[in-house]
Structures are given as C-alpha cells and as structure tokens.
C-alpha cells in the first residue's frame, strides 16, 4: 500500500507539472502578457518594453517557466495586479469558502441520491423508479446557471425568505449548495440505482435470504456493501465537476470563493492568480482521488494492489 501511494503521489507530480505547462502555454497563446496587463490607451512601445522587462517577459517561455516553477515550489506565485497581495495567500484565503460550498453540495447530493437510488432499484418498472429516474435526467440535463438563477428569482426574489449573495449566514448557503449539487445528485443517483439492480440478483444474496437473514441485513449488510465501491467512484469523479460548477455557482450568488476569484481574475488578465487558482484545484482534485483509492482498499478486502 504504501509504495502504490507513493507511486500515485508521483503520478501526482508529473500531472500537476503537465497541468502548469499546459495553463502557461495558454496564457501567452492568448497574447502578449504585457499588452494584457497593460489599460487601454497606455500601450504605447516604451511601456511595453518596460513591462516586459520588469515581468520577465522579454526572457525565453523556457526559462520563464523554469522560473515559475522554482518560486511555486516556495509557494510563490508573485504578487496578484488586481489586489496587490500574494496570489498563493489570496487563493487560500478563498479556499475555505470553496470547501465549504462543495463539501455541503456533496453531502446533500449522497443523502439524497443514495437512498432514492436504493429505493429506484428496490421497486423497479415500477412509477417510482420512473418518476426518480425521470427527476435524475432533469437534474442531468438543467445548467447550473440557469437553476442558480431560477432560486434566486423565486425565493429571494418573490418569496424573500433567502439571501441571494453572500455567506455569513447559514441561510446565504442553501441555494448555492442547492444548485451545485443538483447535478452530482442525479449522477450518484443513477450509479447507486444500476449497481444496486446487477448485484440485486447475485447467488450470494440468494443464499443469505435462503438461510433466513432479514431483508435489511441483506439489504445494508450484503448488497449495498458490494455497491460501495460503484458508489464511491461516482462520488470521486463528481468531485472534479464540483470544483469546476463552483465556478459558475459561485459567479451566480456571489460566493467568495476560489471559483468566483478565478472568473474575476481571467477578466481582470491577473496571471499570478490564474495560475495559482489551476494549481490548487487540480492538486485538490488529485489528493480526492487518491483518498478514494485508499478507500476502495479498506471497503474491499478484496482490493490489492501491486508494487
């Protein structure tokens, strides 16, 4: 166990430096840096020359890059133009509230998609299962945008009885929450519901019912054991889509997080912040992949992995 964690923190590594590369090489195929940081009507060429000479930008990609790399290896990624404080700092201070929303979405989304999943399967071809499966879709299929807006319009709009912006107050949370989990919800769901029906109808259930085992310890003992590991794996890969929603869901209720900042930051062309926001996203996602690998061996006995 030990050597596949440190082979997988390796594989980590190489991805995240992959990851930079790739946001490094977008960010100059954009343009030149220095006209992006410079304002309208100030452009002129010996401001230009000044600025890439300040920046670094007058050097070659490659050493550009080597350079970027050393100081993010110290956790520096330079000062951010738009709020002049350090843009490693600044994007940790977002990241609270980024967790927060997509810790309480993901909750919300496995307590409500994983006993309607069990229950979908349990009375299956029947109107319940087609009614929750048919609820699933609509929760696959409506933007994130479009749904933030919706709530926003009902109920602060035209009830008042929620906050549409901000986070101080636990009330402010339940529509971003709401929103962002709509769409891992109906995905969990729907892998909950087609594990829960294949294993449904395996020989070792047979054989626990025909030695008189209840159906619920049937049910929560033997089935949905065997279903956690489908279960677990769709909760790993909605991670990744919580992390991207919160960028939309974020934008639409005002949500200081690290989405919200990534927008506000790609508008305002702050490089330092871009490129620490990418990196600290994608390192989130890698150590929630990880984590769910180690899972997938203390669920499953049956799990090993080599050297």
Known sequence: MVTYILRRLGYGVITLLLIALV??????????????????????????????????FDQPLYVQFGKF??????????????????????????????????AGALIV?????????????????????????????????????WLGSMLIFFFSVKLQILPSS???????????????AALPAAVIFRYTRSSMI?????????MARAKGIS???????????NCLITIITAIALQFGVLIGGAVVTESVFAWPGIGQLAVNSVIARDIPVVMATVLVGSTLYLVMNLVVDVLYALVDPAVRYGN
């Not at 310890?217 to 054991?225: G, T």
């Open 23 to 56: 946001t490094f090489l977008l960010i100059f195929s954009a343009g030149d840096p220095a006209l992006m940081l410079l304002p309208p009507g100030e452009n002129s060429p010996q401001m230009i020359a000044q600025v890439r000479e300040t920046f670094g």
């Open 69 to 102: 790399l050393l100081a993010a290896l110290h956790g520096d990624f330079g000062y951010s133009i738009r709020y002049g404080t350090p843009a490693f700092a600044l994007v940790l201070s977002r990241l609270p509230a980024t967790i927060e929303l997509a």
């Open 109 to 145: 989304a496995c307590l409500v998609a994983i006993p309607l999943g069990m229950l979908a399967a349990r009375r299956r071809d029947t109107a319940i299962d087609r009614t929750l499966t048919a609820v699933s879709g609509v929760g696959l299929a409506v933007p994130t945008f």
């Open 166 to 180: 901000g986070f101080q107050t636990w009330s402010a949370a339940i529509m971003p929450i709401l929103t962002l």
């Open 198 to 206: 294949d294993n449904g109808g395996k020989d070792y259930l047979l």
């Open 215 to 225: 159906s619920r310890r049937v049910l929560w003992i033997h089935l949905f054991k």
